[in-house]
């Protein structure tokens, strides 16, 4: 047997249109017959800080022509239509640099492939994270990041850091990078199935993807650049496999393997899972055939007693952007300036909305909420309360300890949401859905006290919930996951903090909203849209 060596992943080229940002930090120095790059560390210093600025406030051409493709499709449904329309209007919005496109401004992370002739004399970590701390102290952008003191004590880092930053090596004098704005939806929607040959067949196959597709739901809000990848020579492998091909950083691998075990593209199941997603029915949130705008399966090799496989998206907040440093100077990918463009004159035509006033008594609302089936698109009007994980916690605790609910959790709605900050002389910053599942475990709790009557959130929930509102007579509100920027700017009037100010972005607000939208997803009933596709 001769010895084959390749790159694992062997990407053919890049078509990624680039910007230079400076010329400035970078010079060639002769040692011997190589060419070093010299690389000041301010130089990562501004990469990194003009890259998440970059991809905080704007998205790829490609990922929003396929919202506007949606628009263009007479197979899309109505709620196709909506959430696209959204999502560009969004868009059009964030790129003003004020508000970013989602309120969950993510966890930083940065992948970089270093070339041998690179020189930078320092920790490459530390200057990137510099700033990437820059761009979240700077921008009107959220800090999510908590840092553990004690096994249970828990702090929010106030700056976003730390960032994940993984650095490889290359042949070379070029320096590479991929960066993105991971946030907690859609990575909380990467899987790791741990199977066996058994899989590896079409029979197998289509029938594990047809279940563990339902699994993604529309907690990271759809429409995904969805990635699935079979195989590994670690479940850490996959896993990062997944990510980066989420991202189309793996757009270019070759479409067939070889016996160096190449990573390779299998554009048939692509196609054939595509075609899967649509015809789920989930679509791009509520219902029809954009669960997903395109699909990346990509083959890997594996130990024979493993096959790990490996699930993941990219969400509507599509926040990827790749960066350089060559000799040339320094280079960002150049995301669209102009999302306006992809707009239709008009909006889509939709049925009148069903106008609810959040003002009145918690049983009125009930009451009205009651007679509208599920799928009736609301405008909701009036107060809400906010609240998410740890505030619910607390309550809880409260509870527990014999205290009264908080009056507020039994008067109004509660939107599961924590927002970004506010910029100048508005009167919110970025504030779209969370995730509703993380709160399910105490929807029966609350209710069963009075609170959380009517929860207001994106994605799908579990049964317990339908069941507790069944029990007690709640209602489960569904929001267009991502188009936090818009909510600020035309739907949220007022914001006050009302307890728990301590916990920053997690802490319980008031606010006040107008024509909010909104979808009966969970009824007193026991139905639950997604149960019913």
């Known amino acids: 047997m001769d010895f084959i060596y390749q790159d694992s992943y062997p990407v053919q080229k890049d078509d990624t249109q680039y910007r230079k940002i400076s010329s400035d930090y970078v010079k060639i120095e002769k040692l011997g017959d190589r060419e070093i790059l010299t690389v000041d560390p301010k130089g990562l210093e501004l990469l990194a800080e003009t890259a998440m600025t970059d991809v905080s406030f704007m998205l790829r051409t490609s990922h929003l022509e396929k919202l506007k493709a949606i628009l263009d499709d007479p197979e899309a449904t109505d709620n196709d239509r909506f959430v696209a329309y959204n999502l560009l209007q969004n868009a059009a919005v964030a790129v003003g640099g004020e508000l ?4 969950d401004t993510g966890t930083a992370i940065v992948m970089a492939k270093k070339g041998e002739n690179v020189y930078t004399g320092i920790d490459d970590a530390e200057a990137l994270s510099k700033g990437i701390f820059n761009t979240y102290i700077n921008k009107n952008l959220r800090y999510s990041q908590i840092v553990p003191i004690s096994m249970f004590e828990e ?5 976003n850091l730390p ?10 004098n070029s320096y590479e990078f991929l960066f993105l704005a991971k946030g907690g939806g859609s990575a909380n929607k990467t899987f790791l199935y741990q199977q066996t040959k058994s899989l590896l067949n079409e029979k197998s196959l289509e029938a594990f993807i047809k279940a563990k597709i339902m699994d993604l739901g529309t907690a990271a809000c759809p429409p995904y650049h969805l990635a699935l990848v079979i195989g590994g ?11 980066k091909a989420s991202a189309g950083y793996y757009d270019h691998l070759p479409t067939t393997g070889n016996m160096a075990g190449q990573a390779f593209r299998d554009l048939e199941w692509e196609k054939r899972i595509q075609q899967i997603c649509q015809e789920s029915g989930v679509g791009a949130q509520f219902g029809g055939k954009y669960l997903v705008h395109d699909v990346r399966v990509i083959r890997l090799p594996r130990h024979a007693a493993s096959c790990p496989v490996g699930l993941g998206v990219s969400c509507s907040a599509d926040r990827n952007i790749k960066g350089k440093i060559t000799a040339d100077g320094i280079f960002v990918e150049q995301l669209e300036t102009n999302p306006a463009r992809l707009l239709p004159e008009t909006a889509p035509h939709l049925e009148d909305p069903v106008s609810i006033d959040l003002d009145q008594p918690m049983d009125q609302i009930l009451a009205e909420l009651t007679k509208h089936p599920i799928k009736t698109r609301l405008m909701l009007n009036g107060t809400v309360i906010v609240a998410r994980d740890i505030a619910h916690a607390k309550i809880k605790e409260m509870l527990d300890n014999g205290e009264p609910m908080p009056e ?29 599942g993380r709160m399910d475990s105490y929807v029966d709790l609350f209710q069963g006290n009075r609170g959380s009557m009517i929860m207001l959130a994106k994605g799908n929930r579990s049964q317990q919930v339908t069941d507790a509102c ?6 489960y509100l569904g929001s267009i996951g991502g188009p ?11 914001v006050e903090v009302v307890d728990f100010p301590e916990l920053g972005m997690e802490a319980v607000r008031k606010i006040t909203v107008k024509d909010f939208p909104a ?7 026991g139905n639950d849209f997604f149960q019913n596709l």
């Open 155 to 159: 702090k929010n880092s106030g700056s």
């Open 100 to 103: 970013p496109s989602c309120q």
């Open 519 to 525: 979808f009966i997803i969970t009824d007193d009933k």
């Open 233 to 243: 020579t670690s479940a850490e492998a996959t896993l990062a496999t997944v990510k």
């Open 484 to 494: 936090a920027a818009i909510l600020a700017k035309d739907n949220i009037l007022h």
């Open 470 to 475: 069944a029990k007690h007579g709640g209602f």
């Open 408 to 436: 507020y959790f039994k008067n109004h709605p509660v939107y599961y949401a924590g927002p970004a900050k506010t910029p100048e002389g508005m009167a919110s910053g970025s504030f779209g859905p969370t995730t509703a």
């Open 163 to 172: 960032a994940q930053i993984d650095i490889y090596s290359k042949k070379g």
